[in-house]
């Protein structure tokens, strides 16, 4: 690994949060807890995926530094909460550890490497399957971590792809639509979103329902004995 490179103007980020927080500082910032800052974090993501959408450097910059600067925020506050008492460092330490301990292709030793073989993102996805499983060993369901919150359609693809790992849902089969391009599905979507306002009806909802439906019908097939208890049909 490479020496460590100095990151004065984030150590320079922590300090400003630090005063903001302390005695004698922002009112506000001393008051703030992990929960009230949910809301600020979603938005903040948001924000930071519509720069990159849109591809403006200097938006992308700013954007990534208020998620940053949540990070850190929510640091500081475990910091200095009992029962908490983790600093950004720790934040930092674990995720190291994680990126290492899932990457023995890149890290590992030579042997290591060589035995694992891995030639593609597909290798390396798979693999990152299997340590994350091991890491995760209190997990009875490929669904336990999928974060329910998520949007609609977010978590439709997440549920859906590891319905397909599991192969319970057949990933080779021809969709209901025939679609090209992502414009052509942006307009699909938008026409059905339109037919459910026009109906009162409400999408995401919907796709909730359906969703919790598929989720249920997974973790019956898992506790069935897997694959082997069938193909789920998604009923389109």
Same mark, same amino acid.
């Given at each position: ?9 984030? +150590? $320079? !980020?922590?300090? @400003? /949060? ?8 922002? =009112? ?33 910059? +700013? $954007? !990534?530094?208020? @998620? /940053? ?8 506050? =475990? ?158």
């Amino acid at each position: 690994m490479t020496e460590a490179t100095q990151h004065p103007k984030l +150590e $320079e !980020l922590i300090a @400003v /949060l630090e005063k903001l927080r302390a005695p004698g500082g922002c =009112a506000w910032d001393a008051e703030q807890t992990h929960e009230s800052l949910v809301k600020y974090l979603v938005e903040e993501t948001y924000e930071l995926v519509d720069a990159i959408e849109r591809g403006n450097r200097d938006e992308m910059i +700013e $954007e !990534l530094g208020d @998620v /940053l600067y949540q990070v850190v925020f929510h640091s500081d506050i =475990a910091a200095h909460t009992p029962g908490e008492e983790f600093t950004l460092e720790d934040v930092a330490a674990n995720m190291t550890a994680k990126m290492i301990g899932r990457h023995p292709h890149v890290f590992g030793d030579s042997a290591e490497r060589d035995a694992l073989n891995i030639q593609s993102g597909a290798d390396v996805s798979g693999m990152w399957d299997e340590l994350k499983k091991a890491d995760k060993g209190d997990r009875t369901s490929v669904l336990d971590g999928i974060p329910q919150g998520m949007p609609a359609l977010a978590l439709a693809d997440k549920v859906l792809g590891k319905a397909e790992k599991l192969g319970i849902i057949d990933a080779s089969a021809p969709g209901a639509l025939a679609l090209s391009n992502e414009e052509e599905l942006g307009g699909v979507l938008l026409a059905i979103v339109t037919s459910a306002r026009l109906n009162g009806l409400d999408s995401e909802r919907a796709l909730r329902t359906v969703l919790r439906e598929l989720q249920d019908e997974i973790r019956d097939v898992e506790k069935d004995g897997g694959v082997d208890a069938g193909i789920i049909g998604l009923g389109v």
